[in-house]
């Protein structure tokens, strides 16, 4: 304990580290106040209604044209200023949610709704991938873990506290679409906050180490760009695998997700403090940023112990685990505990893999990859909410869709287990 102490009071004793993190809490509480008024827009609102088709045809069309973003992203990060990026997508996001509460207000829906939440999520990308390739700017090698611990779920904490107090105002505000149209104007002071706090770096401090600051970046640019980066992470197994592992994470996620929803809008029953609708499924919400806070406290030191490996197979063992168990009676109670496992496996997954990108990743690559580690978060997150719609009841009661979440995340844990195995018995090389 006394460890994990020092560890967080010398990384908050570094100013550059508390500024980064600051641009995050404020950034990452402006995710959750618009995140909450677009779910609330589209799934609660008596005004609108969604069939889990439409759900998931909301999260491809929000989602999925990153993959088309991501690799510029990634190139611009590795050309830009980071702290610039930082600085103006903050602004334009501020901007772009004001666009998004008017045609709320004015009850635009369909393609032009989403085309207006895609912008937001769009620039929302470089905020993140950023974040992440500028952290080993402002701590030392060895404390990217506990870094990673800290600063990634105070974010997610932070999102899911901007996603309760909207929730909270919603109650003020009302339920219809000025009421939404309102909290997603919210949104927009936190950013403006975020690009306040970025603005106290000096324009060089989170990279890239390079001197080339071209901003003309052509579509041979973005290739070559992405193929250099390609390179440079097959060429590290550490790197692919953890992606992989990853990517198998994201899956169980966006089922989960999807299921939860349908859940909550749908035939499950209050049970004493435990609500259904929109309160209930910000319960969940609170329960997984528990979960979060959790295993921030508890990977340093497991890791410290046992290596990122065994505690990645450890985590997903309690994913599969968890979920089934927990999952199964489809009572609002388990379900909360379930969101409160999800919480912890997937943060205690990541901070591991986050930390082993930067670890392995260099730092001329690091927005390249970084990037496409998101893009691949994107992509099978909405794959597997795509197929939920597609297999899920509309009640979201299913077993099948909890067994296959199971069975995904033990052979994911198994695979990881032997493969660490491998490497532990493997004889050095000289």
Known sequence: MGGRTATARRLLGRPDFRRLLLTRLTAQFGDGV???????TVLFNPQRA????????GFAVLLLPYSVVGPFAGVWLDRWSRRQVLLVANVLRAALVAVVAALTVAGVDGPAYYLAGLAVFSVNRFVLSALSAGLPHTCDRAELVPANALSTTAGAVAGVLGGGVAIGVRALVGGDDAGYAALALAAALPYLVSATVVAGFARAHLGPDHSSRAATVSARDVLHGMLAGARHVLASRAATWVLSVMAVQRVCFG????????????????????????????????????????AAAATPPAVRRWGKARWTTAA?????????ALGLPFLAPTVVAAGFVLGFVGQAVKICVDSTLQEVVHDDFRGRVFSVYDTLFNVTFVAAVVVGALALP????????????AALYLAAALANGLR???????????
């Open 420 to 430: 660490g195995a491998r490497a532990v018995s493997a004889p050095a090389t000289s």
């Open 34 to 40: 618009f995140q909450a008024a677009l779910a609330g």
């Open 394 to 405: 509309g009640s979201g009661r299913s077993v099948p869709a909890l067994a296959v979440v």
């Open 50 to 57: 969604a069939d889990p088709v439409d759900v998931a045809a």
């Open 316 to 324: 997903l063992v309690l994913g599969g685990v968890g979920q089934l």
């Open 255 to 294: 089922l989960l997700t999807l299921l939860t929803l349908l859940l909550y809008r749908g035939d499950l029953e209050p049970v004493g403090p435990f609500p259904v609708g929109l309160a209930g499924l910000a319960q969940v919400l609170g329960a997984g940023a528990l979960g979060t806070l959790l």
